[in-house]
């Protein structure tokens, strides 16, 4: 996988607060606008509940509560990014997400010399593309699956 | 070539080739004078060899190959069975079983290597071989290939032949090894027996022999009118020959006809099943390839197919009403109709999910015998109900608690033959395995005419390891106390024995049957026997639930966790060490808030002087919880609430709402 990854270097961007942050695209199964959420007791106050997508039961991640920013209401540009990791279906509830775009292997800032709000572990590295900067997330850490499989 | 395609084909049909031997095994040990079983077995070996060899897992293709011989032999009259003879059979069926098993498991075969068995199985044919045929001379033996060779027709002539006095022979005849042209010296050969004789028989046939497709030797059956001297006199005028057999075949003219005949006539009607199952193959070769499959009657596929047009026909119709100045009847009407069809399409779908217990069943005579012969208990297992159709999965998971309860059943419920002598019981055993659908659920029995369950025992049992104290001991009935059974660490046996000792108690069988959503009754008679009754649902996609609301949310309790609905008055709930009981039909009944269990916020306020409560079960125990709204009771499909969100406390899973929302279902059993 990792392989394909690296010969692949687009990626799905999204927005929290003011800045954006991209997920590999081999990750991404859809990206769905927000639909009727159930939430779910007994779980990790992230995970915002689950949604119906056309019969197959998905949980939601709040990423802004996993990221520790302030809680947001769900407005009509806030959109659900499916991904599918090793068999696991999760949902990615963020800001806004419109765009994919291309950043090259060598665009890419490794984070070790940089100082972040958050846990720097979520962060992969950080590209350049144009004046933008974007934050490249570690997904399989985020949801905490990666290691495991 | 690449098999691995076929690689899943291939497993299926050994599978259902092995049951049916493992059947025929059974039966042939009852009555092993019957030729027909025999003969099946022989066919199955046979098959079994082929499909192995062409998917060249030779270990299996060299073991049912000696199997053949052995059975071959047998068939001709030349082994007598015995029981020895069947448990090697029985032996190379596990060892047939073991490598279908590894080629499910990793794609091939492994390398077991039977040696062993097929040592066994050629000191067998030796033995056979070396005992004296009546009709064979002292220097000759029949080679065991022939019988097989022979077809109607030589039989047909060789009777003709009889009834008109003429002489039928075996002639074997081997070159010598240094004969340059084979074809050409064969040719002498079979121009000098014609001149004699009339050649009906040829091994290998007449045109490979022409073609020198075979090795130094073949072999021969004639009718001639002369003695079977004078033929020899001939041959051995031509040289190059290095032995001339001649055998009379007239001797054993009939037994060879019996068995012929019967396997015949068997081949002809197992041609075409296997035609048939060929055409399934077809079938199902074509939806490619799967993990868990399943046999689906084209019967019902074609139902499905049915009401899926239907359904297309239906929205056809409602788009034309949407575009039209459609009236309001015939909206309603077609929506009646698509509901009456995907009530059918629901109805559709689980059948093809369903599975005849067969599968399960199947595997229990075999065990049962083993069993009784380890334990030196004669029992006989009687079944009934094998064509009880249960879902898929059910078929998956019921297996090892029958096999627990049988083993049971056969270990501490029947006596040994002396006791039940002396009880007046019938020297056999008796286990009877039953299954019948009942209403929306499946039902099997285990039953057996044994000791029956020993209530003080089990009453002492209990005592002794501290599951329950004296007092209870005193209060319990005796349904309290067998229920005792089912407990965690608990086990009557005095000894721990081969068959139930192995570390799955009764309480493993109740809780994988619990995790299936049925439930385990027992029903014993002392000295009269016992019977354990499992009760499962008919599928376990789909069950009836209770929909309630807490706060704004909405939740689903399973309907079989629930005893009863009631309300109770707000002030008669006491607290007892800060957790809230109330008396209820004379017992103390623990009282939990869903909203509080579930997190669920509510309007504290809202202070009501009664509330709606649910009772739930788990085994003998009860719960009530407190909920808003009683929604009502509906079907409802349980979907998982995938890897992610496994094994929530409280959550037993998820489903979709009518109104594409999306309900939990919740886990009553773990509040206890």
């Known amino acids: 996988m990792s392989n394909h990854l690296e010969n692949n270097n687009q990626y799905v961007i999204f927005k929290l607060e003011n800045e954006f942050y991209g997920i590999p695209i081999n990750y991404v199964e859809t990206i769905e606008k927000v639909l009727e959420l159930t939430r779910v007791p007994n779980t990790p106050d992230y995970v915002k509940g689950v949604i119906n997508l056309r019969g197959v039961v998905v949980p939601v991640v709040d990423l802004r509560q996993r990221f520790n920013l302030k809680t947001k209401a769900i407005a009509d540009e806030s959109r659900i990014i499916i991904l599918s990791i090793e068999e696991v279906v999760v949902g990615l509830l963020v800001d806004n997400s419109s765009e994919v775009i291309t950043i090259m292997e060598e665009a890419i800032d490794s984070t070790s010399n940089l100082v972040n709000s958050f846990e720097d572990d979520y962060i992969k590295g950080i590209g350049k593309v144009d004046d933008r900067m974007i934050i490249i997330v570690d997904i399989p850490k985020i949801l905490g699956i990666a290691m495991e499989s | 070539m690449d098999m691995s395609q076929y690689l899943d084909i291939f497993i299926e049909e050994s599978k259902e080739h092995l049951q049916n031997m493992n059947q025929t095994l059974l039966q042939l040990e009852q009555s092993p004078e019957e030729l027909s079983l025999l003969n099946e077995i022989f066919r199955i070996a046979h098959t079994l060899k082929g499909m192995s060899s062409t998917m060249g897992f030779t270990n299996i293709a060299h073991l049912t190959h000696e199997m053949e011989n052995q059975l071959h032999a047998i068939r001709s009259g030349e082994l007598k069975i015995n029981t020895k003879i069947i448990d090697i059979l029985f032996t190379c069926f596990d060892q047939l079983d073991k490598y279908i098993g590894q080629v499910e498991m990793n794609g091939s075969e492994g390398d077991m290597i039977s040696g062993e068995l097929i040592k066994q199985l050629e000191a067998l044919q030796a033995t056979a071989n070396n005992t004296p045929s009546p009709v064979a001379g002292d220097d000759i033996t029949i080679n065991p290939q022939l019988n097989i060779q022979l077809n109607e027709y030589v039989h047909n002539v060789l009777r003709k032949a009889a009834a008109e006095d003429l002489n039928t ?45 075979f090795e130094h ?142 599968r399960v069943f199947n595997r229990f005579p075999r065990m049962v015998r083993d069993l009784s012969r380890d334990l030196g208990k004669e029992i ?218 579930l997190n669920v916020q509510t309007d504290e306020t809202l202070d009501t002087e009664e509330y709606i409560v649910v009772i739930v079960k788990k085994g003998d125990k009860t719960a009530g919880l407190i909920v808003d709204h009683l929604i009502g009771q509906q079907e409802i499909v349980i979907k998982s609430l995938g890897k992610f969100l496994s094994n929530i406390k409280a959550i037993a899973g998820a489903t979709i709402l009518g109104n594409g929302s999306v309900a939990l279902i919740v886990d009553t059993n773990s509040f206890f």
């Open chain 2, 217 to 358: 030797s073949f072999e021969l059956v004639v009718v001639a009118k002369s003695d079977k001297r004078i033929l020899e006199k001939e041959l051995n005028a031509i040289s190059e020959i290095e032995s001339i057999e001649i055998v009379d075949l007239k001797a054993n003219d009939i037994t060879i006809e019996k068995s012929e005949d019967e396997s015949i006539t068997l081949m002809e009607t197992e041609d075409e099943h296997q035609q048939t199952s060929a055409n399934q193959n077809e079938n199902r070769s074509k939806k490619g390839k799967t993990g868990k499959t399943v046999r689906v009657d084209i019967d019902r596929l074609d139902n499905l197919m049915n009401l899926v047009s239907e359904l297309i026909i239906i929205k056809t119709r409602l788009e034309d009403i949407d575009g039209s100045n459609s009236n309001h009847n015939n909206m309603h009407e077609a929506i009646e109709y698509m509901e009456r069809i995907t009530t059918s399409l629901h109805d559709a779908v689980m059948k093809v999910r369903m599975v005849p217990i067969e």
């Open chain 2, 380 to 597: 006989t297992l009687f079944m009934s109900g094998e064509e009880t159709e249960v879902d898929r999965t059910v078929i998956d998971e019921i297996g090892d608690p029958l096999i627990h309860l049988i083993r049971n059943s056969i270990d501490h419920g029947i006596e040994d033959p002396e006791t039940r002598a002396r009880s007046n019981k019938a020297k056999n055993g008796t286990v009877r395995l039953v299954a019948y659908p009942d209403g929306n659920s499946v039902v099997i029995e285990v039953e057996d005419d044994g000791k029956g369950i020993d209530i003080e025992k089990v009453k002492n049992k209990g005592l002794e390891r501290g599951i329950i104290t004296p007092a209870q001991g005193q209060s319990m009935d005796d349904n309290e106390i067998i229920q005792l059974l089912f407990h965690p660490g608990f086990s009557t046996a005095d000894k721990i024995s081969d068959i139930s000792g192995r570390g799955v108690g009764l309480d493993v069988v109740k809780t994988k049957i619990e995790s299936l959503g049925g439930v385990v009754e027992v029903d014993t008679r002392s000295g009269r026997g016992s019977k354990f009754i499992i009760r499962l649902p008919l599928t376990l996609a789909i069950i009836q639930a209770l929909l309630v609301n807490i706060g704004a949310e909405k939740y689903a309790i399973p309907l079989n966790n629930i005893k009863e609905i009631t309300t109770i008055e707000a002030n008669t709930i006491r607290r007892v060490q800060n957790n809230e009981v109330v008396l209820y039909r004379n017992a103390t009944l623990p009282i939990m808030r869903l909203s509080n269990l």
């Open chain 2, 169 to 213: 022979y075996m002639v074997k005849i081997t070159l010598d090894a240094k004969c340059m042209l084979k074809s050409a010296r064969a040719y002498i050969i079979i121009n000098t027996l014609e001149r004699l004789s009339e050649i009906i028989h040829s091994n290998p046939s007449i045109e490979d022999i022409e073609d020198e497709k």
